[in-house]
């Protein structure tokens, strides 16, 4: 079974100030590993994704997300936040054996940037 | 790229009435296309899996007779929530897996907000 855990609801930080929001995942085999943005009323807009390779993987806005098989984890970055990165992060993963299957989601976890 | 989109994007419809959602790749073919529910602060929920040509899969607990879904082309998908009640109201979303990309790779339509008066 796959599965992902969001462990903050919210995460607030100030304008400026590096932001991390934490993916931990659960696979049986190999992952691959997304995260994805929506704005109020919007559906999903894709941020980045790991699928081989470096680790280190730089997306969309300026985010970045570190890929560590160890910890099984897949922490979003970004250097410094700002007001419009003010939104609800999900991140998301597939076994990469599983076929056409759709992805699974976390809970999602709500960032407040505050000027 | 490659876009998705849901007609129409907000409903509101009295109980006991049926409403249609409509999901379109616009500039590729899709096979599968993925129907989710997202109640409010919460999570994407994977309804059900639409296949052109054949039946849908629904996910456990997922009533299928309620949720209908229909792949009438390589483009379209729709999702008729029939006999609608107020619990229903949520924002369905759908995706699709565009051919020869990364698996997993989905794109997502902007959703629809359904509101069962």
């Known amino acids: 079974a796959q599965s992902v855990a969001q462990p903050e609801d919210q995460v607030n930080v100030a304008e400026g100030n590096p932001l991390t929001v934490k993916c931990t995942y659960s696979?049986?085999?190999?992952?691959?590993l997304f995260w994805y943005v929506q704005y109020p009323n919007r559906g999903l807009q894709f941020l980045l994704k790991?699928?081989?390779?470096?680790?280190l993987v730089k997306g969309s806005y300026g985010f970045e997300a570190e890929f560590n098989k160890s910890q099984t984890s897949f922490h979003l970055k970004k250097p410094s936040a700002l007001v419009s990165d003010s939104a609800l992060y999900f991140c998301?993963?597939?076994?990469?054996?599983?076929?056409?299957?759709?992805?699974?989601f976390g809970k999602g976890t709500r960032l407040s940037v505050i000027a | 790229g490659a876009v998705v989109s849901q007609h129409p994007s907000r409903v509101i419809c009295k109980s006991g009435t049926s409403v249609k959602i409509e999901c379109r790749s616009l500039?590729?073919?899709?096979?599968?296309m993925f129907w989710y529910r997202q109640f409010p602060k919460q999570s994407l929920m994977l309804m059900a899996t639409s296949n052109e040509g054949s039946k849908a899969t629904y996910e456990q607990g997922v009533e299928k007779d309620k949720f209908l879904i229909n792949h009438a082309s390589l483009t379209l998908s729709t999702l008729t929530v029939t006999s609608a009640h107020p619990e229903d109201s949520s924002f369905y979303i759908c995706s699709a897996p565009p051919p020869l990309a990364v698996p997993g790779t989905q794109y997502f339509g902007p959703g629809t907000r359904l509101l069962v008066l």
């Open positions: 500039d590729f073919q899709a096979t599968t």
């Open positions: 998301a993963v597939r076994d990469r054996n599983s076929g056409n299957t759709p992805l699974v």
């Open positions: 790991y699928i081989t390779g470096d680790n």
């Open positions: 696979v049986s085999g190999n992952p691959y």
